[in-house]
């Protein structure tokens, strides 16, 4: 990660925007392949398909490594899980988490969706998950901190019984896909962290990570994949958004219908 924040100039958020929009609409195409019987990575392959034919490229592929076009991660996987033969059925969960860029800039979005019927528990965290980003983004706002995110998204989160994930948090984005400020979504103990001003032409992305049980999470052997380390049911929302005057502008909003 950048060691400073870059501010956007209005060439530079107009770049954004266009790749914002690819990466949106690659998200949708993801969710719309996450069906009985797929496997992940025909789930990733739609995705791949979609960015290259749109003109952009994935940017997730060959990132430090990774050797696919999204992180298709499902249950208690929480993030980074990587597509194969694995089949989604129903009652499973699955998140997409993607990236794409064009001019030199980088989009960034995540969604978390059902596989056929789901239980309870399972509906009620993709929606906490989903509507704690917009809690978040109540702070995106010029004269808060970074960290007031943070904390809106904890104090949501934990209302409803599930917890966030403390070992990866939101960023900054642009030209990297990975910049200045990192974004908790949780209250980080005082000198933790830096704790910018958020201020006009930021583009950041707030991604909660929410667990149904406990916050704690391991890496398995593949190097990449995160997973809970009590197996609880985990889900992931992610969207790239531009400080403005006045509300957060939502770049990856388009497509998630």
């Not at 597509?83 to 699955?94: A, F, H, L, N």
């Not at 528990?121 to 808060?144: M, N, P, S």
């Not at 980080?188 to 149904?212: D, F, H, S, W």
Request: charged letters at 25%; aromatic letters at 6%; proline letters at 4%.
């Amino acid at each position: 990660m950048s060691e400073s924040i870059t501010i956007k100039s209005p060439r530079e958020i107009e770049r954004m925007r266009e790749t914002c929009k690819i990466t949106a609409a690659a998200r949708s195409i993801g969710r719309q392949a996450v069906k009985d019987g797929m496997t992940t990575r025909q789930i990733d392959r739609a995705v791949h398909e979609f960015i290259v034919k749109s003109g952009a490229h994935p940017s997730c592929l060959g990132y430090e490594g990774f050797p696919a076009a999204t992180c298709v991660s499902v249950n208690d996987e929480v993030i980074h899980g990587i597509p194969g033969k694995r089949i989604v059925r129903s009652g499973d969960i699955v998140s997409i988490d993607l990236c794409s860029d064009i001019h030199g800039f980088v989009g960034d979005c995540a969604g978390t969706y059902p596989v056929g019927e789901v239980s309870e528990e399972a509906k009620k965290l993709i929606e906490v998950t989903r509507q704690a980003f917009f809690e978040g983004i109540k702070f995106a706002k010029v004269g808060y901190r970074v960290h007031d995110i943070g904390e809106a998204v904890q104090d949501y989160v934990e209302s409803h019984g599930f917890s966030v994930v403390r070992d990866y948090v939101g960023h900054g984005i642009g030209r990297g896909m990975h910049e200045a400020p990192e974004v908790p979504n949780y209250r980080p103990q005082r000198g933790y962290m830096p704790n910018p001003r958020l201020v006009k032409g930021m583009t950041i992305c707030i991604e909660p990570m929410v667990c149904a049980g406990d916050y704690k999470v391991k890496v398995l052997r593949d190097g990449w994949t995160v997973v809970t380390a009590d197996h609880s049911l985990a889900a992931h929302y992610e969207n790239t958004i531009l400080i403005t005057d006045g509300e957060a502008e939502i770049l990856t909003m388009a497509e998630d219908i």
